[in-house]
């Protein structure tokens, strides 16, 4: 279980996710399971384990984004929100059967028999992502499949950044971005309220 909370950012965090697949105790956990698989908490930017924010339900999946209230995670974010009105976030959806994952791996591609017998043991999917609300859009940059106990499976990591509108995006994804986006938006006002105030 990676429990460091010492803040050392998203780099950080690629870093240990891209551990060479020979070290089996190098996956990391992202996800602590809670009842019913829910997630009860997750690994944020700051690898920080915070309590997930739930943005979208429906009969397959929900997805979640940590705790953006968090002082850690708002001082990482704000000096880049304030000087380019961007923000890094993860996002995590919680599968509620194998059949959305199977649904999932087919929509990207990957429909043959080894990719979708993997979703009998895979619970979550990560992403983390560049937020820019300005011009709607996201860039991706980095997402992975995450086992029914909340550890990445090292072999679903993908790095390669892909840029989107959100109006590209599923409907689930885009109603949790605008939810994220505007819970965001009011923690930095907050936040920098506070930082004002301080000087």
């Known amino acids: 279980m990676f429990l460091n909370r010492t803040r050392t950012g998203f780099l950080g965090i690629i870093v240990t996710l891209l ?3 020979s070290q089996p105790s190098c ?4 996800v602590q399971r809670g009842s019913f698989g829910k ?11 915070t309590t997930p924010l739930l ?3 429906d009969p397959e999946v929900q997805i ?5 209230s968090s002082s850690d995670w708002l001082s990482l974010n704000y000096p880049e929100y304030r000087d380019r009105g961007t923000y ?9 059967s194998p059949a959305a994952c199977r649904t999932n791996m087919i929509n990207w591609g990957l429909g043959d028999g080894d990719h979708l017998n993997e979703c009998i043991s895979i619970g979550y999917r990560v992403r983390r992502a560049l ?4 011009e709607k859009s996201v860039t ?4 992975a499949m995450v086992d029914d106990q909340g550890s990445i499976k090292e072999s679903s990591i993908q790095t390669e950044k892909v840029f989107r509108f959100w109006n590209q995006l599923d409907a689930n994804t885009q109603e949790a971005l605008e939810k994220a986006n505007h819970l965001v938006v009011e923690q930095m006002k907050i936040y920098d309220h506070r930082i004002q105030n301080s000087r």
């Open 19 to 21: 551990c060479a697949s």
């Open 27 to 30: 996956a990391q956990q992202v």
């Open 39 to 49: 997630p009860a908490q997750v690994l944020d930017e700051t690898q920080s384990w």
């Open 55 to 57: 943005l979208v339900s």
């Open 64 to 68: 979640y984004i940590p705790d953006v």
């Open 88 to 96: 890094k976030l993860s996002m995590f959806t919680f599968y509620k």
């Open 131 to 134: 937020i820019n609300p300005h």
């Open 140 to 143: 991706l940059l980095m997402a």
